[in-house]
Structures are given as structure tokens and as C-alpha cells.
């Protein structure tokens, strides 16, 4: 078994630990001196302090950026967005699809110069299921033969389909065929770690000398609210792609500021710049619109976890929650507040998700109108009992800080105001703050977004299952849990389809979730930093990239 590890309290002492680690911000002064001052440096805006570096732990993007740049797993996303071979050299796979065997490459090393083994991977992948670490990814790993049985304790950890034949050696024994596997590998859930680094040392992860990964960077410092700073691994299989002498991620929040920082040539690259600002950026070809999948949404409190019992009573109610969707004109949203191209939500899973069929699985879908449907919606409130502005409770939506997400929700206040009568209270949360109250669900709306980590509706859809890790609304459905488990076993294409399909119809008649719009993303770069790599699933790979003289 592995020793315990809680994330919210590593997220609290990070700050301090590394701080302590990197010698201080007189350092930091100095380190981003040094940055500044070569000429093969980049830096990209990250937005905020990530809660954690922990692949295990963390559930963003921005921690996901950090560690996808330190760690990688067995295949990684290409140049090209297709995957390829990264710790591993190769792979056999059984002619059921259920056994995955793993040659790890010869030359893999961690970033302290030993050997990356087959045992690594091992000791990650039983540590994620080990309900004491916390992970709430952890169902991503039961895909993994008896993995959830293991989590569940119901077998011991020798019985989980994972094991390895040799140090370089890996066999992976699935529950089931499943055709996008080779994708999970490539997440941080799937990540190795070593044991000897991880299982006694709570705060590995939050100190610069313990923070090992075999991947083409290494962490230098962390100074906190100011840049995270990453050296290339000089033991890395593939050092000679990695041309970058420093890689900084800066940690500005306003987007005005870091807009700012970069017309000033002190920031490469930022994304989700201020919306007045992005018609002029696209304009002069310094802005530029890149696909993105994933789902911009509000998320509903339905747990009864909330001490006001007529919310509680509200919020529960599904014709209010479908109600409160068809009161907004999400296009206005769109091409009024947020000026980035983005689609109205007609559905949960985004535009861009392609089914096991091989069509684009929102192809038939409408479940909500993008300009709304506001006589609709009175009907609900009125079906529901709420037939009068004095009748429904004020809620509470709550929010991360950032002049965006601030837009959006002004305009989502007024007009359930106006079109549904609905008084709603605007609450932010710096960004650790706000997971918290969001995970343990104490708030009444929250704000939420889910980008895909693999391309399949899998991604988006086992998200609600009751009880789920990153089920942050507490919905729960047995007719909707079933049909994901039976998804999951389904080998036959157009059956598995439908299935994820019925899901969806579910989700959207319950509607724990409010689809505002589909992302897209805007970039804003410096034309002479070169070979990065912006990935629609969220992800900035830098291994490549050099800037050009």
C-alpha cells in the first residue's frame, strides 16, 4: 500500500516549501534576470499558482501544462496531434485489445540520470488507485484490470492489470478493449513516478530537489504569484530536440496586465486575452484563433449540501435547472461579451468529439437553442411553482477571478433577471480558493469548464457518474450510470455510439450542468518564438521550441 497524501494540504504549503527549496526572491530576482537576459528563453503566460504539480493530484490546466513539460507517459501527443512513442519504444497489443505490452526505451532517464523502469509505472498507477492519495482522476485508471475493484477494496493491488515483466518490460491487462487507450497513456494520470522519491515524502511535489520527471525539462524555482522556471533535463532520451536554455511560466492573473506585459515584449505567449482586445489582436495577426475541445459551463448544486432549504429545494428541482438554461441567449454571450469565435452550447460534449462511429458526435444534437427560449422556461418555473419573483430564493453564483469569467456572469445575472426573475448574487474566489468551495460543494451555481483529455465522448460523459471523482455537483442517476458502464464495455462502434448517446439525452433532461458555449482558444505570441506546440486538448508542449534570431 502507499502512504497518504492529502492535496489540499500541499496546495496550501507550496508556496513556502518552494520558496525554501530555491533560496527566495532575491533568487527569483536574479534567475529572472538570467532569463531575460539569454537569447534562447521563452515565456508563457500560465495564469495562475497551479494547487499542485502532483500529475496524480492535479485536475487543471494550467498544473497539467507544468508537469506535461516535466513528466511524460508511455506515448505523447505529436507535432501533429497524433501519438507517438514518448517513454516507450514500443507496444504489442493482444488480438482482443484487453493486453498492452510496453518496451520501454533503453535510454530513458529521470532527470537525476537513473533509469526509468517498467516498475515506475507500476508503482504510479497502484498509488492513483489508492483511495488514501486522493486522486480524483483515480477513475481514469479503471480502465485498468480490476483497477476499480482494487479502489473499491474489494482485491488486493497483485491483482490489478498492471505489472512488470522486466525493467523495461510492461504488460497491461485491460477490463476491457478500449480503443483510445494509448491516448490515456499520455495524461498525467498514467505518469510515472518513482517510489523511492514519492512514497515517504508527502511534499515531493512542492520541492525543487524531489520534483523528478523524465521528461525534456526540470524545474529550477518557484517563486509564487511571480514564475515557475524550468531548465532543460539534460538526462532526457531526446535532449537533442529540446533547444530552449530557460522555459518561464509566468503567474499574471488580470488579463489587462499580462495583455500589457506582452505588447511590452516581457511575455512570449499568452492566451484568453481581454475579449475588447481580442478583434484588434486577430486583426493585426498578432492574435490567433486555435481550436479547442471543450465545454464552457455553469455547474448546479444538487447535493442538498447547501444551508438554505428552499435553494436546496430550488436547485433541485430539474424544470428549474432546464429553466434556467433556455433563460439565456448564449449567442449574445458569445458575440457581444465574449468576442473569441465560440459557439453556442447546444449540447455537453463539444463540437469537435468524434464518436467510436467515426462522426462527429454533437452532429445531431440540440438539446438547447443557442438564442434560447424564454417562454419555454416561464412554462418550466410556473410547472415547477415558481410563478413569482418573490417565490424563488436569491442564489449565489460563484466564480474564479478574471475579468472573462466577471462578463459572463454579469450578463447571466441579468438576464435571469429580467427574463426569469431570478436574483443571483456574484461571488469570486481566487482560483485555489475556488476549487475547494467548488470540490466540496459548497456553493449554489459555480462556474466550470471541462476540455477533453482524450477525443471521445467517454471524456465528458463519466464525468456525472454517482460518486465520480470530479462529480462536483453530486448528480447522480442509476439509469445514467448504467449506460456509461455498459458504454464502456461495448466493443461494437455504432452501439457504443448510442449508448453514450442516451447518456447524453439524460444528463441534458436532468441538466446538472448549464452548456453555455464550446471553447475556442486565443493566442497571442511573439512571431519569433517558434516550434511550440498548442494542443486542442489544452496543452502547450515546448520541447521543440527556440527562438528564432
Not at 3 to 26: H, P, T
Not at 170 to 176: A, I, P, Y
Not at 406 to 417: E, F, G, S, T, Y
Not at 488 to 504: C, G, M, S
Request: glycine share 8%; charged share 25%.
Amino acid at each position: 500500500m502507499f502512504g497518504r497524501l492529502n492535496g489540499k494540504s500541499l496546495a496550501i504549503a507550496s508556496a513556502v516549501l518552494f520558496l525554501v527549496a530555491c533560496g527566495g526572491k532575491d533568487e527569483e530576482k536574479k534567475a529572472q534576470t538570467s532569463v531575460e537576459s539569454k537569447k534562447n528563453s521563452i515565456s508563457y503566460n500560465l495564469g495562475t499558482d497551479p494547487r499542485t504539480i502532483d500529475p496524480q493530484l492535479n485536475t487543471a490546466v494550467d498544473g497539467s501544462i507544468v508537469a506535461s513539460n516535466i513528466f511524460e507517459g508511455l506515448f505523447m501527443e505529436g507535432d501533429d496531434g497524433k501519438l507517438v512513442p514518448a517513454a516507450a519504444e514500443s507496444v504489442e497489443v493482444s488480438p482482443d485489445g484487453k493486453v498492452y505490452t510496453f518496451k520501454l526505451k533503453e535510454n530513458g532517464k529521470w532527470s537525476d540520470g537513473k533509469p526509468v523502469k517498467a516498475q515506475d509505472f507500476v508503482y504510479s498507477w497502484k498509488r492513483g488507485l489508492t483511495p488514501d492519495t486522493g486522486m480524483e482522476y483515480a477513475y481514469m485508471l479503471f480502465y485498468l484490470k480490476n483497477g476499480e475493484k482494487f479502489y473499491n477494496g474489494e482485491v488486493t493491488e497483485e491483482e490489478i492489470g498492471v505489472k512488470a515483466i522486466d525493467d523495461k518490460t510492461l504488460e497491461v491487462t485491460l477490463e476491457n478493449a478500449t480503443p483510445y487507450f494509448l491516448s490515456l497513456t499520455s495524461l498525467p494520470s498514467y505518469f510515472p513516478l518513482r517510489e523511492d522519491v514519492v512514497k515517504d515524502n508527502p511534499a515531493w511535489a512542492i520541492d525543487a530537489k524531489t520534483y523528478i520527471g523524465n521528461g525534456p525539462f526540470k524545474i529550477k524555482s518557484w517563486s509564487p504569484k511571480e514564475n515557475i522556471l524550468l531548465v532543460p533535463n539534460e538526462n532526457y532520451w531526446g535532449k537533442n530536440d529540446v533547444k530552449l536554455d530557460e522555459l518561464r511560466f509566468d503567474i499574471i492573473v488580470d488579463d489587462k496586465t499580462y495583455l500589457n506585459a506582452f505588447k511590452a515584449g516581457e511575455v512570449d505567449i499568452i492566451d484568453a486575452p481581454p475579449a475588447s482586445e481580442i478583434p484588434s489582436l486577430l486583426a493585426s495577426g498578432e492574435g490567433k484563433i486555435y481550436p479547442y475541445l471543450g465545454t464552457y459551463f455553469y455547474v448546479v448544486n444538487v447535493s442538498g449540501n447547501n444551508s438554505n432549504p428552499e435553494v436546496v429545494k430550488f436547485l433541485g428541482n430539474p424544470k428549474v435547472r432546464k429553466a434556467l438554461a433556455l433563460g439565456l441567449n448564449k449567442k449574445l454571450i458569445v458575440e457581444e461579451v465574449t468576442k473569441a469565435g465560440q459557439l453556442p452550447a447546444r449540447s455537453f460534449v463539444p463540437e469537435g468529439i468524434v464518436a467510436t462511429d467515426g462522426n462527429d458526435f454533437t452532429k445531431n444534437s440540440a438539446y438547447l437553442p443557442g438564442e434560447g427560449d424564454v417562454e419555454l422556461a416561464k412554462k418550466l418555473m410556473a410547472e415547477a411553482g415558481y410563478t413569482t419573483p418573490e417565490s424563488i430564493p436569491k442564489l449565489t453564483f460563484t466564480f474564479n477571478t478574471g475579468d472573462g469569467h466577471a462578463m459572463v456572469a454579469q450578463a447571466v445575472q441579468d438576464m435571469w433577471k429580467k427574463n426569469l426573475g431570478v436574483d443571483v448574487d456574484l461571488k469570486n474566489e481566487e482560483w485555489a480558493v475556488f476549487q475547494t468551495t467548488r470540490n466540496n460543494k459548497n456553493y449554489d451555481i459555480a462556474r466550470h469548464g471541462w476540455i477533453a483529455d482524450y477525443n471521445d465522448p467517454m471524456n465528458f460523459l463519466d464525468l456525472w457518474v454517482t460518486g465520480g471523482g470530479n462529480n462536483v455537483s453530486g448528480y447522480s442517476n442509476p439509469e445514467y450510470d448504467n449506460l456509461i458502464k455498459e458504454a464502456q464495455k461495448e466493443n461494437d462502434p455504432e452501439k457504443r455510439t448510442a449508448l453514450l448517446h442516451k447518456a447524453e439525452n439524460i444528463l441534458m433532461d436532468d441538466m446538472p450542468i448549464i452548456p453555455l458555449y464550446y471553447y475556442t482558444s486565443v493566442v497571442a505570441a511573439n512571431p519569433k518564438v517558434k516550434g511550440w506546440v498548442k494542443s486542442p486538448l489544452g496543452g502547450y508542449h515546448f520541447k521543440k521550441a527556440y527562438v528564432e534570431n
